[in-house]
């Protein structure tokens, strides 16, 4: 029994030595890293708490043009509901921007059909090319709607109108996310990356 036990330990401590480090917001050096290419593991709850925790420090760190003109910090998460989960939880009797929080949950045809703006819309599944293309028609829709200055955010891949992506990274045991920015696109909204995401830029 002894030993089962100290078999079992020894198998679930590099796991959750993973989940521990993915739950901090980690300095990228760029160093002996590769992209992470499991689809498997692409909306797993480990990735959905650290794209969390990047969301809700990327909000507290943007500076945000116009923000007291709207009644509530709205952020969208479209294709990941775990992460609008995730999300939620985390969010739980916190602001951001000294604002109360309205998260929003959709697919891809809610935001096509969408008429309303957000401050910050991530999108999940960009990784797929067939979720990518459904994302990227959606995106076009949404956005003849009306003019739009969301901080628009993907999980991996570039698609039309995008603003930043957190791109996911793996050293050995530890996942880790980076930031690449359309810098024109920000510049066009007025937006800035914050110094402790510029130094988390891909390699």
């Not at 309303?116 to 067939?130: E, I």
Request: aromatic share 8%; with cysteine.
């Amino acid at each position: 029994m002894l030993r089962t036990t100290l078999l079992l330990f020894g198998l679930l401590l590099p796991l959750l030595h993973t989940a521990v480090r993915g739950a901090e917001v980690p300095h990228i050096n760029g160093a002996d890293e590769a992209p992470v290419s499991d689809p498997e593991i692409d909306r797993s709850p480990i990735w959905a708490r650290m794209y969390a925790q990047y969301l809700f420090f990327l909000g507290r760190e943007m500076f945000w043009p116009d923000l007291d003109q709207r009644a509530s910090f709205q952020l969208a998460v479209v294709n990941w509901p775990n992460l609008a989960e995730e999300l939620g939880s985390f969010l739980e009797g916190r602001s951001i921007a000294g604002m109360p929080v309205e998260l929003v949950t959709l697919d891809a045809d809610a935001l096509a059909a969408n008429k309303q703006d957000f401050t910050l819309l991530f999108l999940g599944g960009t990784r797929q090319d067939a979720e990518r293309e459904t994302l990227e028609s959606a995106i076009r829709k949404w956005n003849r709607k009306g003019n739009r200055n969301a901080l628009v955010i993907t999980d991996d891949q570039e698609v039309e109108g995008h603003d930043l992506i957190f791109r996911r990274l793996k050293e050995g045991e530890d996942l880790r996310l980076c930031v690449a920015a359309a810098l024109r696109s920000l510049e066009s909204k007025g937006l800035e990356l914050p110094a402790a995401f510029a130094k988390r830029q891909c390699p």
